[in-house]
């Protein structure tokens, strides 16, 4: 693993996901790899359990962490040839090389623009560091992509499953904001290369990119989808056609106990931050059905796992 950006970088899926979980028995078994070696995470948005758990992890593996709010600092520069006289005072060729004398690995959080669908779909940020920076990079989400999320959710998903191939929906649900489609995206490539059984349930206008979604069902009707479901993944996102925009705002999509009935004694999962109420009802929150804690304290071992191996190489 050269770096860590989406399941592309990873060979066997269900390796890295058993050395997670191995992590997660024995989080200090590794205590000595990461000796006198700093791990920088960049953070251009905010970040609650992405902060927190990589950060854990790094100290976990003995790592030195620095954690950085990349809109404190210089603003940056991406285009190249440009003029440099506006407030953007740093280009990114210096600050990725900058960043890489004093880390030995960087993470980094930049999320869409929601405007410009081209630059966000081609994470021009995330890639213009793994241009210049000279360490290994990890993405703490990106444009389009959560790769951390996605795989502390497969860790999850393995922890509980009763089946070998249990039936996965990822639903839509209802959100005041426009959100990125990064984590639907990512939690719909990583759930296909693990060969689950995936269906997506959504309003129409919310079609994800066929570029990760190739291989789910695609099911209109969400208590149609919902019924004998293993697990329930709720997620906002807005439109990727009529890019970053709000097509409907339909309430009745919000999970609630009802629908929960119709899956097979399913389990409820989010990535967090999630809107009570609105995502979901408060009481499938609360109930022994919801995973969402489970999947937050699986950051850990998600992050753990991939900054052992980037040491290991
Ligand atoms: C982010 C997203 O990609 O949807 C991060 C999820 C891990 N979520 C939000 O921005 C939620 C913000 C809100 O106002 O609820």
């Given at each position: 693993?050269?770096?860590?950006?989406?399941?592309?970088?990873?060979?066997?899926?269900?390796?890295?996901?058993?050395?997670?979980?191995?992590?997660?028995?024995?989080?200090?078994?590794?205590?000595?790899?990461?000796?006198?070696?700093?791990?920088?995470?960049?953070?251009?948005?905010?970040s609650l359990r992405t902060r927190l758990s990589t950060?854990?992890?790094?100290?976990?593996?003995?790592?030195?962490?620095?954690?950085?709010?990349?809109?404190?600092?210089?603003?940056?520069?991406?285009?190249?040839?440009?003029?440099?006289?506006?407030?953007?005072?740093?280009?990114?060729?210096?600050?990725?090389?900058?960043?890489?004398?004093?880390?030995?690995?960087?993470?980094?959080?930049?999320?869409?623009?929601?405007?410009?669908?081209?630059?966000?779909?081609?994470?021009?940020?995330?890639?213009?560091?793994?241009?210049?920076?000279?360490?290994?990079?990890?993405?703490?989400?990106?444009?389009?992509?959560?790769?951390?999320q996605?795989?502390a959710?497969?860790?999850?998903?393995?922890?509980?499953?009763?089946?070998?191939?249990?039936?996965?929906?990822?639903?839509?649900?209802?959100?005041?904001?426009?959100?990125?489609?990064?984590?639907?995206?990512?939690?719909?490539?990583?759930?296909?290369?693990?060969?689950?059984?995936?269906?997506?349930?959504?309003?129409?206008?919310?079609?994800?990119?066929?570029?990760?979604?190739?291989?789910?069902?695609?099911?209109?009707?969400?208590?149609?989808?919902?019924?004998?479901?293993?697990?329930?993944?709720?997620?906002?996102?807005?439109?990727?056609?009529?890019?970053?925009?709000?097509?409907?705002?339909?309430?009745?999509?919000?999970?609630?106990?009802?629908?929960?009935?119709?899956?097979?004694?399913?389990?409820?999962?989010?990535c967090l931050p999630?809107?009570?109420?609105?995502?979901?009802?408060?009481?499938?929150?609360?109930?022994?059905?919801?995973?969402?804690?489970?999947q937050a304290?699986?950051r850990?071992?998600?992050?753990?796992?991939?900054?052992?191996?980037?040491?290991?190489?």
């Amino acid at each position: 693993m050269k770096n860590f950006t989406s399941v592309k970088d990873v060979k066997n899926i269900k390796k890295l996901v058993k050395e997670g979980l191995a992590l997660k028995k024995k989080p200090l078994a590794f205590k000595k790899i990461g000796k006198d070696k700093t791990l920088v995470l960049l953070f251009f948005n905010p970040s609650l359990r992405t902060r927190l758990s990589t950060q854990k992890a790094g100290m976990n593996l003995g790592m030195n962490v620095i954690v950085m709010n990349a809109n404190q600092g210089w603003k940056f520069e991406f285009e190249d040839g440009v003029i440099m006289n506006t407030d953007k005072a740093e280009h990114i060729k210096e600050a990725a090389k900058v960043i890489s004398q004093y880390a030995d690995i960087i993470g980094i959080r930049t999320f869409p623009t929601l405007t410009d669908k081209e630059r966000d779909y081609q994470d021009f940020i995330l890639n213009k560091f793994i241009e210049h920076a000279t360490v290994p990079m990890v993405s703490l989400e990106s444009a389009i992509l959560h790769p951390l999320q996605s795989l502390a959710d497969m860790i999850t998903i393995e922890e509980q499953k009763k089946t070998k191939k249990p039936k996965i929906v990822l639903t839509w649900a209802p959100h005041p904001k426009a959100l990125p489609q990064a984590v639907a995206n990512s939690f719909a490539e990583w759930t296909l290369a693990s060969d689950y059984d995936l269906t997506i349930t959504h309003p129409k206008g919310y079609e994800l990119s066929k570029k990760f979604t190739k291989g789910a069902t695609i099911e209109y009707n969400q208590q149609k989808a919902f019924e004998g479901a293993d697990f329930i993944y709720a997620k906002n996102w807005s439109s990727f056609k009529n890019y970053g925009q709000i097509e409907v705002e339909d309430a009745n999509w919000m999970v609630n106990s009802a629908k929960m009935k119709l899956t097979n004694n399913g389990k409820f999962m989010h990535c967090l931050p999630v809107r009570r109420n609105v995502v979901v009802a408060g009481k499938v929150l609360d109930s022994k059905a919801s995973l969402v804690i489970e999947q937050a304290n699986n950051r850990t071992y998600a992050a753990q796992v991939v900054l052992k191996r980037l040491l290991m190489k």
